[in-house]
């Protein structure tokens, strides 16, 4: 390599690196505020909580054995699914993991815990009430079956030592925790940059409505495996094709910053909408 082609590399290189931590920077400010929204919301401090466990909350009479079950799942699925979109940071860091290990080690039980308990309370709305749709459902306990394994797998391999699969197994865990939020903002910006194509009017659905079922969790866990895989590998991309993947990961930063602003602060964003409020007084 000539000294004008390794310094593009490292143009290059260091592009790739400055999208990466763009992508980092706003799921650090924007999940946890996803999670200020679900505790918000949840304990009724906003204009209107969620409909999914409402019989509960406002003290309806629930006669149905399967309603008790769907609206404490529910409960539970809110209150850990707070804890699995605002610790991570917490696990994600090497300083922590490596001095701190007593700290990596117990929120790392709190966590794999609440990633069983939050699909088991999913899972039982499912099974007892299910979800806006049969095919949401379908796909939900599929996610919820993966992210139960994720949780379960990078448990069972900390305690066995087996610290790559380890790994392994908590990288696919949290690309299904993002997923719990990619949905909100792919739908956003979908309907917002196409006009919403392919989405059914009312409560019909469309084509995308069925596609956004597996495309808020199955591409995560592509991405995933292609990390696990290239953890230790040391990438050599032709320069076009590495051009490409800049403009293509720049291009996905942009759609992804667009859509967290949309979605957590506009007032018509579907966090927005209740955060706004209580900021507003
Ligand atoms: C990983 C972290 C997760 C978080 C933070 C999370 C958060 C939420 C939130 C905020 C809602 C209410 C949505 C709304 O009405 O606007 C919800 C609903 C729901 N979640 Fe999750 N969730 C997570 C994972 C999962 C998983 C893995 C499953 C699969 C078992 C699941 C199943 C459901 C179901 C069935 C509903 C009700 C949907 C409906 O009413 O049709 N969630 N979740």
Request: glycine share 10%.
């Amino acid at each position: 390599m000539n000294t004008r082609s390794a310094r593009l590399d490292t143009i290059e290189n260091r592009l790739l690196r400055r999208i990466g931590g763009a992508f980092r920077l706003i799921a650090l400010v924007g999940l946890p505020t996803f999670g200020a929204y679900i505790v918000l919301r949840a304990a009724g401090t906003t204009p209107r909580n969620f409909d999914q466990w409402h019989a509960l909350v406002a003290g309806l009479a629930i006669p149905r054995a399967g309603d008790w079950i769907a609206n404490l799942g529910i409960g539970l699925h809110f209150a850990m699914g707070t804890v699995l979109v605002s610790a991570w940071p917490i696990l994600l860091s090497s300083r922590i993991r490596s001095r701190h290990r007593a700290v990596h080690r117990w929120t790392g039980r709190v966590y794999v815990s609440a990633g069983v308990l939050a699909g088991a309370g999913g899972m039982s709305f499912i099974l007892t009430h299910g979800a806006y749709t049969p095919a949401a459902s379908v796909a939900f306990t599929i996610w919820g079956a993966v992210m139960m394994l994720s949780a379960a797998m990078a448990f069972v391999h900390a305690r066995a030592k087996r610290f790559d699969r380890h790994r392994a197994w908590a990288i696919r865990l949290f690309a299904m925790v993002l997923g719990s939020w990619v949905f909100d903002l792919e739908i956003r910006a979908w309907k917002d940059l196409t006009g919403g194509v392919g989405m059914g009017a009312g409560s019909s659905s469309g084509p995308f409505d069925y596609a956004i079922l597996y495309l808020f969790f199955v591409p995560n866990l592509l991405v995933a495996e292609y990390f696990i895989r290239n953890l230790h590998t040391r990438i050599a991309l032709p320069r076009l094709l590495k051009w490409s993947v800049i403009a293509a990961s720049a291009l996905a930063c942009a759609v992804f910053a667009y859509a967290v602003v949309a979605v957590t602060a506009t007032p018509a964003g579907k966090y927005g909408k209740h955060l706004l409020q209580i900021a507003g007084g």
